[in-house]
């Protein structure tokens, strides 16, 4: 989700990639929710960390404790946040129960990626004109 809506929402600024520690496939309740939102999400897929190590990224953000201790050390990195949320695919209760669950889970991505754009947009260095 929180590549979804950063791409959405940042996608004339930044390069988004996304990838677990241990990939599972993309829940269909993450394709739901986003839907909901206005965010096309059908270009989505499960990828693993393992895929990008040895690239460099300005931002690293890890979204869930789990994933903050076992998520790979990535070169040249300018800054790792961690946001702290918690895993809605851990879920437990019924459809509705569950979606809500994914439905405060984004709500709190979103919150967090409209706070960071404009935050990793102003910490750019200047380029001289």
Not at 101 to 112: D, L, P, R, S, Y
Request: net charge negative; glycine share 8%.
């Amino acid at each position: 989700m929180a590549e979804a809506a950063l791409r959405h929402h940042g996608a004339v600024d930044f390069e988004v990639h996304s990838a677990g520690t241990e990939p599972k496939g993309v829940n269909r309740l993450t394709l739901q929710v986003l839907g909901a939102a206005g965010i096309d999400a059908s270009w989505a897929a499960s990828k693993s960390t393992t895929e990008f190590v040895g690239q460099p990224f300005d931002y690293v953000i890890t979204v869930c404790d789990g994933a903050r201790q076992s998520c790979p050390v990535f070169p040249g990195v300018h800054q790792s946040l961690h946001w702290g949320l918690e895993d809605p695919a851990a879920a437990i209760g019924t459809q509705t129960e569950r979606r809500a669950v994914f439905e405060t889970v984004f709500g709190q991505i979103e919150a967090n990626v409209r706070a960071f754009i404009p935050a990793a947009i102003a910490a750019r260095p200047s380029v001289p004109a």
